[in-house]
């Protein structure tokens, strides 16, 4: 501080009293100051410590920066004094988010595409520094551009803008913003999640090799892998150009489709096609070829070539119980052999019989191959089994024979119609008069194959309510529905009721209804339904457009001003959009309708044009107007 001489008086209570007051009510505090002091009045030398430091702590509390404190002393009759110091209020930002993205929230993006990250922080004086994290580690500042503007009361927001160019890396990663400054008590930070999407694997198919013999009724089991992708592929067989199966199952990182046929001999070759629809790109496709070997079944015609091999036999009483021939024939090729046995015993009835391969109670999921075995033991002649499902009989593979056991097996592709159907194998020999029977019942989980989407009311306006309904078809367990709208299933919606009815093959029809408020914004939305058996993961989907009928709506303000030059032209075109989509417009000014259409033509504007202009838009469903307010701007005379 420098001395200067004075003669003043010491500032009394009331009068820093008055100060305090005038900067509690925002009024300049240093003008009250210089008018004290040229009343000619002074601060002590100790009270001025003690004014100073009420009021540096008064401001403080408060966030007052008022810029050049003056101190006078000491008193009376002593060398006097000036002090000056220069007061600034440090304040902390007061918030911070990563503009129009929910703080926690996750963002969409595709990979390779940029995308920008904005991170606003206010209210500090002055700006923090902002730092940015990937999984809580530290971004270089490469990609990374800072702004500040000024705000009222000195202080600042800054935005830090990240730009970031995804990679399948980034699929679920956190970015972080955080603001850093020497007066903040706690962290400040915002962050998003990204939801990188990406194309798939190519798919690759396991169960089959190229010199693998398969024969005809061989049980062939097939199996398509595609890893990685988001979202994950759709995997769709086909069979000679049509389609085969596209039920499939899906892990965290992979998709699946697994498929079981018997062989034929019209199995000549097999796609999988894996595709993404997101990404607008050629479905991968993944061919096998597949060589079946199979056996003619056809009677021989003459001419055929026909080997027959002949014994004679002496049946004595030594030959016990019974007396087993066999001839057995032999494909090279096929690597097969069929035997054919005779036997010549004595007649007694065999054991009943008994069915493996399935545990009652257990669920079979459809499209499922399920083997079934019936077995039976002893008999003299051995017996004759055949499969029945209800009371008609089933395709079933040769019976054998070892020893004195016989089992005939069949091979079932597990459908909804299977589910509670009770299945026979029936044991018949010369031996007993009446078949011996062993029965077993199945229980199939099959998915919904259908779902019927409507609408209530089908021409909903404006402002009505409308009632989206989904029903699927039978499912067993119940199917879960699930409503989301958007071509990429934007917004999952939650149904308003649902519920369930039995249906066919003792499975339950799901139905679940949404209901919401037609807008003009809906015209036009996809919604999309979803049908889910959860205990074998798979799905139904069906799609409906919503068409919402609405009255004109203009995409300019009610009333705009248009400016043209006397004798030059002006063209306003006040296109409106509605449904149905036949509008009628009229222009009018005042009372005298002028144009009809949605154009008004101004050509060689005069002065008598100006003024206000109206132009109506109807459709069936209502009218709207816009005010248009013309300037014609004159030239001044000469």
């Not at 990204?194 to 061989?218: C, H, M, N, W």
């Not at 597949?290 to 091999?309: A, E, H, N, Y």
């Not at 055949?386 to 019976?399: C, F, I, L, M, P």
């Not at 705009?560 to 004798?567: F, M, R, S």
Request: charged share 25%.
């Amino acid at each position: 501080m420098s001395g200067v001489k004075r003669k003043r008086n010491v500032l009394n209570a009331k009068q820093k009293l008055e100060i305090l007051q005038k900067l509690d009510n925002e009024e300049s505090a240093s003008t009250d100051a210089e008018d004290v002091l040229n009343e000619g009045n002074t601060i002590s030398h100790s009270a001025a410590l003690q004014s100073v430091e009420t009021l540096l702590d008064y401001m403080g509390q408060r966030g007052f920066d008022y810029g050049d404190i003056t101190a006078v002393g000491p008193g009376e009759g002593q060398e006097g004094f000036v002090g000056k110091a220069h007061l600034t209020v440090l304040l902390p930002p007061t918030s911070i988010q990563i503009i129009n993205r929910p703080n926690g929230s996750s963002e969409r993006v595709k990979v390779s595409r940029r995308v920008s990250l904005e991170c606003e922080v206010k209210g500090g004086k002055p700006a923090p520094t902002v730092v940015w994290t990937r999984n809580s580690f530290k971004l270089s500042e490469d990609d990374i551009s800072v702004s500040i503007r000024d705000e009222s009361e000195g202080k600042q927001t800054i935005v830090s803008t990240l730009t970031v160019n995804p990679s399948p890396d980034d699929h679920n990663a956190y970015y972080s913003c955080e603001a850093q400054s020497s007066i903040l008590s706690e962290k400040l930070l915002a962050g998003v999640f990204l939801d990188v999407l990406f194309p798939p694997g190519r798919p690759s198919i396991e169960g089959y090799r190229t010199r693998d013999k398969i024969r005809a009724a061989d049980t062939v089991n097939l199996r398509c892998i595609s890893r990685g992708g988001n979202p994950l592929a759709h995997l769709v067989w086909t069979k000679n150009g049509e389609f085969v199966d596209h039920s499939y199952s899906t892990s965290d990182w992979e998709a699946e489709n697994e498929i079981s046929f018997v062989a034929s001999s019209d199995v000549d070759r097999l796609y999988l096609t894996s595709f993404r629809i997101i990404y607008d790109q050629e479905p991968m496709v993944k061919v096998i070829y597949i060589k079946v070997l199979w056996r003619d079944t056809v009677k021989p015609k003459s001419g055929d070539g026909i080997l027959l091999s002949t014994i004679n036999v002496n049946v004595t009483q030594q030959d016990r119980n019974s007396k087993l021939f066999t001839c057995y024939a032999v494909n090279q090729e096929l690597g097969e052999t069929i035997p054919q046995t005779f036997s010549v015993s004595i007649l007694y009835a065999p054991d009943p019989p008994n069915i493996f391969g399935y545990t009652e109670g257990n669920a079979i999921q459809a499209g499922k191959l399920q083997r079934l075995a019936c077995i039976s033991q002893g008999g003299n002649p051995l017996p004759e089994l055949k499969w029945y499902k209800e009371n008609e009989e089933v395709s079933s593979a040769d019976q054998t024979v070892s020893g004195n056991i016989v089992s005939r097996e069949i091979a079932i592709i597990a459908n909804a119609n299977d589910n509670g159907a009770k299945y026979h194998c029936k044991s018949t020999s010369k031996a007993i008069a009446e078949p011996l029977v062993a029965t077993i019942n199945l229980t199939v989980y099959f998915p919904p194959v259908s779902l019927q989407l409507k609408v209530k009311p089908k021409k909903p306006k404006t402002g009505s309510e409308v009632r989206l309904t989904c029903e699927s078809s039978s499912s067993n367990p119940a199917a879960n529905i699930t409503w989301w709208k958007g071509k990429k299933n934007d917004v999952q919606l939650t149904p308003t009721t649902v519920s369930v009815s039995p249906a066919e093959h003792g499975g339950v029809i799901t139905k679940a209804t949404f209901t919401m408020e037609a807008t003009p914004d809906d015209d036009g939305s996809m919604y999309i339904c979803q049908a889910t058996n959860e205990a074998i993961q798979q799905s139904v989907h069906d799609t409906i457009f919503l068409s919402v009928f609405y009255k004109p709506i203009f995409t300019i303000s009610d009333s705009v001003t248009y400016e043209v030059k006397e004798n030059d032209s002006k063209v306003i075109d006040l296109n409106a959009k509605a449904n149905p989509d036949k509008i009628t417009y009229q222009w009018k000014k005042g009372n005298e309708a002028i144009e009809e259409g949605p154009v008004l033509n101004i050509t060689s504007a005069e002065r008598s044009h100006s003024g206000e202009y109206l132009c109506q838009a109807s459709n069936d469903i209502g009218e709207s107007t816009v005010t248009v307010i013309l300037k014609v701007l004159c030239f001044p005379p000469g």
